[in-house]
Protein backbone atom coordinates (compact mmCIF):
# COMPACT_ATOMS: atom_id res chain seq x y z
CA UNK A 1 0.00 0.00 0.00
CA UNK A 2 1.55 3.03 -1.22
CA UNK A 3 1.29 5.68 1.79
CA UNK A 4 -1.01 9.05 0.85
CA UNK A 5 1.66 11.50 0.97
CA UNK A 6 4.04 9.56 -1.73
CA UNK A 7 0.82 9.38 -3.28
CA UNK A 8 0.50 13.11 -3.67
CA UNK A 9 4.08 13.64 -4.55
CA UNK A 10 3.51 11.23 -7.16
CA UNK A 11 0.39 12.80 -8.85
CA UNK A 12 2.40 16.56 -8.04
CA UNK A 13 5.40 15.01 -10.72
CA UNK A 14 2.99 13.51 -13.29
CA UNK A 15 1.05 16.76 -13.62
CA UNK A 16 3.96 19.16 -13.85
CA UNK A 17 5.33 16.99 -16.50
CA UNK A 18 1.87 16.85 -17.88
CA UNK A 19 2.27 20.84 -17.32
CA UNK A 20 5.46 20.68 -19.13
CA UNK A 21 4.81 18.87 -22.06
CA UNK A 22 1.59 21.06 -22.93
CA UNK A 23 4.33 23.84 -22.55
CA UNK A 24 6.53 22.46 -25.21
CA UNK A 25 6.51 24.08 -28.02
CA UNK A 26 6.29 22.18 -31.42
CA UNK A 27 8.92 23.75 -34.13
CA UNK A 28 8.48 24.27 -37.30
CA UNK A 29 10.58 25.91 -40.04
CA UNK A 30 8.29 28.51 -40.39
CA UNK A 31 8.33 29.29 -36.58
CA UNK A 32 12.00 29.08 -36.54
CA UNK A 33 12.70 31.93 -38.80
CA UNK A 34 10.11 34.36 -37.45
CA UNK A 35 11.67 33.36 -34.11
CA UNK A 36 15.15 34.47 -35.58
CA UNK A 37 13.44 37.57 -37.70
CA UNK A 38 12.64 38.96 -34.08
CA UNK A 39 15.66 38.50 -31.71
CA UNK A 40 18.57 37.55 -33.91
CA UNK A 41 21.42 40.08 -32.94
CA UNK A 42 23.01 40.25 -36.81
CA UNK A 43 19.03 41.15 -38.18
CA UNK A 44 18.81 43.71 -35.24
CA UNK A 45 22.25 45.19 -35.94
CA UNK A 46 21.06 45.32 -39.80
CA UNK A 47 17.66 46.86 -39.03
CA UNK A 48 19.22 49.88 -36.75
CA UNK A 49 21.78 50.38 -39.54
CA UNK A 50 19.02 50.61 -41.96
CA UNK A 51 16.87 53.26 -39.43
CA UNK A 52 20.07 55.24 -39.37
CA UNK A 53 20.52 55.45 -43.24
CA UNK A 54 16.34 56.81 -43.19
CA UNK A 55 16.82 59.31 -40.74
CA UNK A 56 19.76 60.46 -42.77
CA UNK A 57 17.89 61.17 -45.91
CA UNK A 58 16.23 63.84 -45.17
CA UNK A 59 15.85 67.55 -47.00
CA UNK A 60 17.59 68.99 -43.75
CA UNK A 61 20.80 66.91 -43.89
CA UNK A 62 21.03 67.91 -47.73
CA UNK A 63 21.48 71.32 -47.22
CA UNK A 64 17.59 72.53 -48.36
CA UNK A 65 17.21 74.40 -45.11
CA UNK A 66 18.82 77.73 -43.75
CA UNK A 67 20.26 77.78 -40.58
CA UNK A 68 19.33 80.05 -37.47
CA UNK A 69 21.76 80.84 -34.60
CA UNK A 70 20.91 82.42 -31.64
CA UNK A 71 23.99 84.11 -30.06
CA UNK A 72 25.36 86.46 -27.52
CA UNK A 73 28.85 87.81 -26.50
CA UNK A 74 30.58 89.89 -24.18
CA UNK A 75 34.09 91.70 -24.44
CA UNK A 76 36.02 94.06 -22.77
CA UNK A 77 39.11 96.08 -23.16
CA UNK A 78 41.73 97.21 -20.61
CA UNK A 79 44.02 99.61 -22.24
CA UNK A 80 46.86 102.42 -21.47
CA UNK A 81 45.23 105.41 -23.46
CA UNK A 82 47.89 108.26 -24.58
CA UNK A 83 47.01 111.31 -27.09
CA UNK A 84 48.31 114.15 -28.51
CA UNK A 85 46.92 116.69 -30.97
CA UNK A 86 47.57 116.79 -34.81
CA UNK A 87 50.76 118.70 -33.77
CA UNK A 88 51.91 117.66 -30.27
CA UNK A 89 51.18 120.37 -28.80
CA UNK A 90 49.41 118.69 -25.99
CA UNK A 91 49.19 115.27 -24.69
CA UNK A 92 47.20 113.23 -21.99
CA UNK A 93 47.57 110.30 -21.13
CA UNK A 94 44.74 107.53 -19.09
CA UNK A 95 45.80 104.47 -18.09
CA UNK A 96 43.11 101.47 -17.24
CA UNK A 97 40.65 102.39 -19.51
CA UNK A 98 37.91 100.22 -19.77
CA UNK A 99 35.49 99.91 -22.42
CA UNK A 100 32.64 97.18 -22.91
CA UNK A 101 30.50 95.40 -25.84
CA UNK A 102 27.66 93.59 -25.25
CA UNK A 103 25.73 92.21 -28.08
CA UNK A 104 22.90 89.67 -29.05
CA UNK A 105 21.13 88.17 -31.80
CA UNK A 106 19.58 86.10 -34.28
CA UNK A 107 21.33 85.24 -37.80
CA UNK A 108 19.82 83.25 -40.11
CA UNK A 109 22.35 82.07 -43.46
CA UNK A 110 20.68 80.26 -46.51
CA UNK A 111 22.53 78.84 -49.65
CA UNK A 112 20.02 79.14 -52.43
CA UNK A 113 22.21 77.82 -54.99
CA UNK A 114 25.31 75.93 -54.71
CA UNK A 115 25.95 74.50 -58.31
CA UNK A 116 23.27 71.22 -57.99
CA UNK A 117 25.59 69.92 -54.81
CA UNK A 118 22.27 70.16 -52.54
CA UNK A 119 20.30 68.64 -54.96
CA UNK A 120 23.19 65.49 -55.66
CA UNK A 121 23.51 65.36 -52.05
CA UNK A 122 19.77 64.75 -51.26
CA UNK A 123 19.97 62.21 -54.15
CA UNK A 124 22.80 60.69 -52.51
CA UNK A 125 21.07 60.23 -49.01
CA UNK A 126 18.24 58.72 -50.36
CA UNK A 127 20.60 56.44 -52.74
CA UNK A 128 22.35 55.51 -49.43
CA UNK A 129 18.71 54.87 -47.84
CA UNK A 130 17.97 52.18 -50.63
CA UNK A 131 21.06 50.40 -49.85
CA UNK A 132 20.45 50.54 -45.86
CA UNK A 133 17.76 48.90 -47.42
CA UNK A 134 19.31 46.11 -49.18
CA UNK A 135 21.89 45.75 -46.65
CA UNK A 136 18.85 44.52 -44.60
CA UNK A 137 17.95 42.04 -47.14
CA UNK A 138 21.18 40.68 -47.64
CA UNK A 139 21.57 39.81 -44.03
CA UNK A 140 18.20 38.32 -43.76
CA UNK A 141 18.78 36.44 -46.73
CA UNK A 142 21.47 35.06 -45.52
CA UNK A 143 20.27 34.38 -41.74
CA UNK A 144 17.20 32.77 -43.35
CA UNK A 145 19.43 30.26 -45.82
CA UNK A 146 21.72 29.43 -43.00
CA UNK A 147 18.91 28.67 -40.20
CA UNK A 148 17.18 26.48 -42.97
CA UNK A 149 20.59 24.78 -43.30
CA UNK A 150 20.84 24.25 -39.54
CA UNK A 151 17.75 23.42 -39.22
CA UNK A 152 17.35 20.64 -42.09
CA UNK A 153 21.39 19.40 -40.59
CA UNK A 154 19.28 18.99 -37.19
CA UNK A 155 16.39 16.42 -38.72
CA UNK A 156 19.73 14.61 -40.27
CA UNK A 157 21.97 14.57 -36.69
CA UNK A 158 18.17 13.25 -35.60
CA UNK A 159 17.70 10.52 -37.61
CA UNK A 160 21.49 9.72 -37.76
CA UNK A 161 20.96 9.17 -34.18
CA UNK A 162 17.80 6.87 -34.72
CA UNK A 163 20.01 4.81 -37.67
CA UNK A 164 23.25 4.28 -34.53
CA UNK A 165 20.44 3.47 -32.48
CA UNK A 166 18.83 0.82 -34.38
CA UNK A 167 22.77 -0.43 -34.58
CA UNK A 168 23.10 -0.85 -31.36
CA UNK A 169 19.84 -2.93 -30.81
CA UNK A 170 20.95 -5.13 -33.56
CA UNK A 171 24.66 -5.61 -32.20
CA UNK A 172 23.03 -5.87 -28.65
CA UNK A 173 21.05 -8.86 -30.03
CA UNK A 174 23.76 -10.06 -31.67
CA UNK A 175 25.52 -10.51 -28.65
CA UNK A 176 22.78 -11.83 -26.52
CA UNK A 177 22.28 -14.60 -29.38
CA UNK A 178 26.09 -15.03 -29.95
CA UNK A 179 26.32 -15.65 -25.36
CA UNK A 180 23.35 -18.10 -25.63
CA UNK A 181 25.23 -20.43 -27.99
CA UNK A 182 28.48 -19.25 -26.66
CA UNK A 183 27.23 -21.26 -23.27
CA UNK A 184 25.95 -24.16 -24.95
CA UNK A 185 29.17 -24.63 -27.18
CA UNK A 186 27.67 -23.75 -30.64
CA UNK A 187 30.00 -20.18 -31.13
CA UNK A 188 33.39 -19.89 -30.30
CA UNK A 189 35.15 -17.44 -28.19
CA UNK A 190 36.70 -15.59 -31.01
CA UNK A 191 32.46 -14.99 -32.27
CA UNK A 192 31.66 -13.77 -28.20
CA UNK A 193 34.46 -12.04 -28.66
CA UNK A 194 33.56 -10.07 -32.24
CA UNK A 195 30.23 -9.36 -31.00
CA UNK A 196 31.21 -7.42 -28.12
CA UNK A 197 33.56 -5.27 -29.88
CA UNK A 198 31.16 -4.46 -32.89
CA UNK A 199 28.22 -3.57 -30.04
CA UNK A 200 31.12 -1.67 -28.09
CA UNK A 201 32.11 0.29 -31.48
CA UNK A 202 27.93 0.75 -32.38
CA UNK A 203 27.47 2.23 -28.77
CA UNK A 204 30.35 4.55 -29.07
CA UNK A 205 29.12 5.61 -32.23
CA UNK A 206 26.12 6.34 -31.02
CA UNK A 207 27.38 8.59 -28.05
CA UNK A 208 29.50 10.68 -30.10
CA UNK A 209 26.45 11.10 -32.94
CA UNK A 210 24.43 12.61 -29.27
CA UNK A 211 27.18 15.15 -29.17
CA UNK A 212 26.80 16.34 -32.68
CA UNK A 213 23.20 16.11 -32.11
CA UNK A 214 23.94 18.43 -28.85
CA UNK A 215 25.93 20.47 -31.27
CA UNK A 216 23.09 20.97 -33.83
CA UNK A 217 20.54 21.99 -31.05
CA UNK A 218 22.71 24.86 -29.42
CA UNK A 219 23.38 26.22 -32.75
CA UNK A 220 19.37 26.28 -33.91
CA UNK A 221 18.96 27.80 -30.49
CA UNK A 222 21.89 30.14 -31.40
CA UNK A 223 20.52 31.36 -34.77
CA UNK A 224 16.81 32.01 -33.00
CA UNK A 225 19.14 34.11 -30.28
CA UNK A 226 17.29 32.05 -27.45
CA UNK A 227 18.30 33.15 -24.16
CA UNK A 228 18.90 29.84 -23.24
CA UNK A 229 20.97 28.00 -25.93
CA UNK A 230 20.77 24.89 -24.07
CA UNK A 231 16.99 25.04 -24.58
CA UNK A 232 15.30 21.29 -25.89
CA UNK A 233 14.06 22.05 -29.36
CA UNK A 234 11.18 19.75 -30.75
CA UNK A 235 10.29 20.31 -33.99
CA UNK A 236 7.57 19.07 -36.76
CA UNK A 237 9.22 17.59 -39.65
CA UNK A 238 11.08 14.42 -39.25
CA UNK A 239 12.54 13.77 -43.05
CA UNK A 240 14.27 16.03 -44.85
CA UNK A 241 12.02 17.19 -48.02
CA UNK A 242 13.40 18.34 -50.75
CA UNK A 243 12.56 20.35 -53.84
CA UNK A 244 13.23 17.99 -57.05
CA UNK A 245 11.52 20.62 -59.19
CA UNK A 246 13.43 23.36 -59.73
CA UNK A 247 13.79 24.78 -63.16
CA UNK A 248 17.20 26.77 -64.34
CA UNK A 249 15.70 28.92 -66.72
CA UNK A 250 13.86 30.55 -64.06
CA UNK A 251 16.44 30.56 -61.57
CA UNK A 252 18.80 32.35 -64.05
CA UNK A 253 16.15 34.93 -64.68
CA UNK A 254 15.41 35.53 -61.04
CA UNK A 255 19.01 36.05 -60.13
CA UNK A 256 19.82 38.81 -63.17
CA UNK A 257 16.26 40.94 -61.54
CA UNK A 258 16.35 40.06 -57.98
CA UNK A 259 20.05 38.98 -56.57
CA UNK A 260 20.12 41.79 -53.89
CA UNK A 261 24.53 41.65 -54.66
CA UNK A 262 23.91 42.66 -57.79
CA UNK A 263 21.08 45.35 -57.04
CA UNK A 264 23.68 46.81 -54.30
CA UNK A 265 26.10 46.66 -57.10
CA UNK A 266 23.87 49.33 -59.27
CA UNK A 267 23.00 51.21 -56.51
CA UNK A 268 27.37 51.54 -55.83
CA UNK A 269 27.39 52.56 -59.41
CA UNK A 270 24.91 55.16 -58.65
CA UNK A 271 26.29 56.52 -56.10
CA UNK A 272 29.53 56.65 -57.87
CA UNK A 273 28.29 59.19 -60.39
CA UNK A 274 26.66 61.53 -57.98
CA UNK A 275 30.16 61.38 -56.86
CA UNK A 276 31.41 62.75 -59.48
CA UNK A 277 28.15 65.00 -60.26
CA UNK A 278 29.17 66.85 -57.07
CA UNK A 279 32.71 67.43 -57.65
CA UNK A 280 31.49 69.08 -60.98
CA UNK A 281 28.88 71.03 -59.08
CA UNK A 282 31.90 73.33 -58.03
CA UNK A 283 31.96 74.37 -62.11
CA UNK A 284 28.82 76.88 -61.27
CA UNK A 285 28.52 79.88 -59.04
CA UNK A 286 26.95 79.64 -55.69
CA UNK A 287 24.41 81.99 -54.03
CA UNK A 288 23.81 82.65 -50.31
CA UNK A 289 21.42 84.84 -48.35
CA UNK A 290 22.33 85.67 -44.55
CA UNK A 291 20.05 87.77 -42.08
CA UNK A 292 20.35 89.34 -38.74
CA UNK A 293 18.32 90.64 -36.49
CA UNK A 294 20.42 92.14 -32.74
CA UNK A 295 21.11 94.40 -30.16
CA UNK A 296 24.58 95.75 -29.37
CA UNK A 297 25.49 98.02 -26.40
CA UNK A 298 28.56 99.98 -26.38
CA UNK A 299 30.23 101.57 -22.80
CA UNK A 300 33.32 103.78 -23.49
CA UNK A 301 35.13 105.81 -20.35
CA UNK A 302 36.71 108.32 -22.90
CA UNK A 303 35.43 110.20 -25.60
CA UNK A 304 32.21 112.25 -26.08
CA UNK A 305 30.35 109.36 -26.26
CA UNK A 306 30.18 107.24 -23.43
CA UNK A 307 27.11 104.73 -24.52
CA UNK A 308 25.94 103.74 -27.69
CA UNK A 309 23.23 101.16 -28.25
CA UNK A 310 22.69 99.54 -31.49
CA UNK A 311 18.91 97.67 -32.41
CA UNK A 312 17.95 96.58 -35.81
CA UNK A 313 18.01 94.29 -38.87
CA UNK A 314 20.72 93.43 -41.18
CA UNK A 315 20.79 91.12 -44.50
CA UNK A 316 22.74 90.95 -47.47
CA UNK A 317 23.09 88.07 -50.58
CA UNK A 318 26.45 86.80 -51.78
CA UNK A 319 27.26 85.69 -55.05
CA UNK A 320 30.51 83.98 -55.55
CA UNK A 321 32.72 81.79 -58.44
CA UNK A 322 35.36 79.28 -57.14
CA UNK A 323 38.15 80.37 -60.04
CA UNK A 324 40.77 77.78 -58.84
CA UNK A 325 40.49 74.43 -57.24
CA UNK A 326 43.53 72.78 -57.42
CA UNK A 327 42.16 69.69 -56.23
CA UNK A 328 39.07 69.77 -59.00
CA UNK A 329 41.10 68.44 -61.61
CA UNK A 330 42.24 65.81 -59.66
CA UNK A 331 39.06 64.64 -58.07
CA UNK A 332 37.12 64.57 -61.63
CA UNK A 333 39.96 62.14 -62.66
CA UNK A 334 39.15 59.81 -59.46
CA UNK A 335 35.35 60.01 -59.39
CA UNK A 336 35.59 59.14 -63.27
CA UNK A 337 38.23 55.98 -62.31
CA UNK A 338 35.62 54.74 -59.62
CA UNK A 339 32.57 54.73 -61.42
CA UNK A 340 35.00 52.78 -64.02
CA UNK A 341 35.42 50.35 -60.89
CA UNK A 342 32.30 49.80 -60.11
CA UNK A 343 30.95 48.97 -63.38
CA UNK A 344 33.66 46.50 -63.30
CA UNK A 345 32.90 45.02 -60.01
CA UNK A 346 29.50 44.96 -60.90
CA UNK A 347 30.32 42.95 -64.36
CA UNK A 348 32.47 40.77 -61.86
CA UNK A 349 29.76 39.93 -59.76
CA UNK A 350 27.57 38.98 -62.04
CA UNK A 351 29.73 36.52 -63.50
CA UNK A 352 30.78 35.35 -60.47
CA UNK A 353 27.20 34.60 -59.61
CA UNK A 354 26.81 33.01 -62.90
CA UNK A 355 29.29 30.67 -61.94
CA UNK A 356 28.09 29.77 -58.50
CA UNK A 357 24.77 29.33 -60.42
CA UNK A 358 26.08 26.23 -62.70
CA UNK A 359 27.88 24.72 -60.44
CA UNK A 360 25.05 24.95 -58.04
CA UNK A 361 22.62 23.22 -60.31
CA UNK A 362 25.39 20.37 -61.62
CA UNK A 363 25.25 19.28 -57.70
CA UNK A 364 21.91 19.85 -57.26
CA UNK A 365 21.06 17.39 -60.24
CA UNK A 366 24.38 15.29 -59.71
CA UNK A 367 22.46 14.84 -56.01
CA UNK A 368 19.06 14.54 -56.93
CA UNK A 369 20.28 11.43 -59.38
CA UNK A 370 22.51 9.74 -56.60
CA UNK A 371 19.13 10.21 -54.12
CA UNK A 372 17.41 7.80 -56.60
CA UNK A 373 20.21 5.25 -56.64
CA UNK A 374 20.51 5.17 -53.08
CA UNK A 375 16.47 4.79 -52.60
CA UNK A 376 17.27 1.76 -54.77
CA UNK A 377 20.16 0.53 -52.85
CA UNK A 378 18.13 0.58 -49.52
CA UNK A 379 15.28 -1.41 -50.18
CA UNK A 380 18.12 -4.36 -51.80
CA UNK A 381 19.97 -3.46 -48.94
CA UNK A 382 17.10 -4.26 -46.27
CA UNK A 383 16.69 -7.27 -47.80
CA UNK A 384 20.14 -8.11 -47.65
CA UNK A 385 20.06 -7.92 -44.02
CA UNK A 386 17.01 -10.00 -43.35
CA UNK A 387 18.36 -12.82 -45.28
CA UNK A 388 21.43 -12.83 -43.62
CA UNK A 389 19.56 -12.43 -40.13
CA UNK A 390 17.33 -15.47 -40.82
CA UNK A 391 20.76 -17.43 -41.90
CA UNK A 392 22.56 -15.99 -39.20
CA UNK A 393 19.97 -17.39 -36.68
CA UNK A 394 20.10 -21.15 -38.28
CA UNK A 395 24.15 -21.35 -38.15
CA UNK A 396 24.40 -20.84 -41.90
CA UNK A 397 26.26 -17.32 -41.65
CA UNK A 398 29.57 -16.57 -39.52
CA UNK A 399 29.13 -13.37 -37.21
CA UNK A 400 31.44 -11.76 -39.67
CA UNK A 401 29.45 -12.13 -42.42
CA UNK A 402 26.50 -10.89 -40.49
CA UNK A 403 28.32 -7.77 -39.13
CA UNK A 404 29.34 -7.29 -42.76
CA UNK A 405 25.52 -7.41 -44.01
CA UNK A 406 24.49 -4.87 -41.04
CA UNK A 407 27.31 -2.70 -41.92
CA UNK A 408 25.83 -2.55 -45.57
CA UNK A 409 22.46 -1.27 -44.30
CA UNK A 410 24.00 1.33 -42.20
CA UNK A 411 25.94 2.67 -44.89
CA UNK A 412 23.06 2.68 -47.12
CA UNK A 413 21.41 4.82 -44.66
CA UNK A 414 24.00 6.97 -44.28
CA UNK A 415 24.14 7.51 -47.77
CA UNK A 416 21.06 8.02 -48.55
CA UNK A 417 20.58 10.40 -45.50
CA UNK A 418 23.46 12.45 -46.72
CA UNK A 419 22.56 12.56 -50.47
CA UNK A 420 19.27 13.81 -48.68
CA UNK A 421 20.73 16.92 -47.27
CA UNK A 422 23.49 17.38 -49.23
CA UNK A 423 20.57 18.03 -52.14
CA UNK A 424 18.69 20.22 -50.01
CA UNK A 425 21.95 22.38 -49.24
CA UNK A 426 22.32 22.96 -53.27
CA UNK A 427 18.38 23.94 -52.88
CA UNK A 428 19.02 26.40 -50.23
CA UNK A 429 21.46 27.80 -52.04
CA UNK A 430 19.98 27.96 -55.39
CA UNK A 431 16.99 29.55 -53.72
CA UNK A 432 19.58 32.26 -52.10
CA UNK A 433 21.34 32.99 -55.03
CA UNK A 434 17.90 33.69 -57.30
CA UNK A 435 16.49 35.98 -54.38
CA UNK A 436 13.68 33.04 -53.86
CA UNK A 437 15.00 32.04 -50.30
CA UNK A 438 12.67 33.99 -48.63
CA UNK A 439 9.97 31.83 -49.64
CA UNK A 440 10.69 29.63 -47.17
CA UNK A 441 9.28 31.64 -44.77
CA UNK A 442 5.90 31.32 -46.71
CA UNK A 443 5.69 27.64 -47.41
Not at 31 to 60: F, H, P, V, W
Not at 138 to 147: G, K, M, Q, R, Y
Not at 246 to 265: C, D, G, H, R, V
Not at 382 to 400: P, V
Amino acid sequence: MIPMQNMKYLLSCFLLLCMHAQAQKVLTLESCLDIGLKNNYSILIARNEEQISKNNATIGNAGYLPTLDLSAGYNGNLDNVRSSTPRGEATSTDNGVYDQTVNVGVRLNWTIFDGFNIVTNYQRLKELEKQGETNTRISIEDFVAELTAEYYNFIQQKIRLKNFRYAVSLSKERLRIVEERYNIGNFSRLDLQQARVDFNADSAQYMKQQELLHTSRIRLNELMANTDVDQHLVIRDSLIDVNEKLAFANLMESMMQTNANLIKAEQNKTLARLDLKAVNSRNYPYLKLNSGYGYTFNKYELGATDRKQNLGLDFGVTLGFNIFDGNRRREKRNARVQINNMRLEQQQIEQSLKADLYNLWQAYRNNIEMLKLERENIVAAKENHDIAMERYLLGNLSGIEMREAQKSLLDAEERILTAEYDTKLCEISLMQISGKVLNYLNR
